[in-house]
């Protein structure tokens, strides 16, 4: 990777986060964001690069009905096969007794897909990412400080 690479990496991760509430900061998401850079040369590395950014990310990163609320404020968007996927639904588990006993109730759900071509058509692959609401992450991480 060269340096006027990574500095566009750079540029993309805050762009991809301010505008879309997204990462790209992920081994995950490397494929998306070389194919981007790639396409950024192919028309001739424009100058203003947050401006082509911002005008070539619109619909990347798209939503069934709204776009995700994250729970913990950091996005934890999915990619697949070099694209990320779109986003379906989010569900806050609720507290009840149920989940007080088997489950857990302090998680928000989101759940993402993404088509698949076939030879006949297309499957639809599914991601579930949970983020945890509610939690003194400090003592959730190490509860020994």
Known sequence: MDKDELLF??????????????NCDTEEAEEFVSSTYEEYKRQ?????VRQ???KNLKG????VDKPPEWAEGNPKWPYLNGKPMVFITQYAVPQN?????SL???VVLYVFGQRIPLDN????EYRLVEQMTGVDWKVYLDPGD
């Open 9 to 22: 990496g750079s540029e993309m991760i805050d762009v991809v986060e301010s505008e879309f509430n997204a």
């Open 44 to 48: 001739g590395s424009p100058p203003k």
């Open 52 to 54: 082509w950014l911002k």
């Open 60 to 63: 990347a990163y798209l939503y």
């Open 97 to 101: 007794q149920i989940t007080e006993n």
């Open 104 to 106: 857990t109730w302090d």
């Open 121 to 124: 058509g297309y499957r639809v």
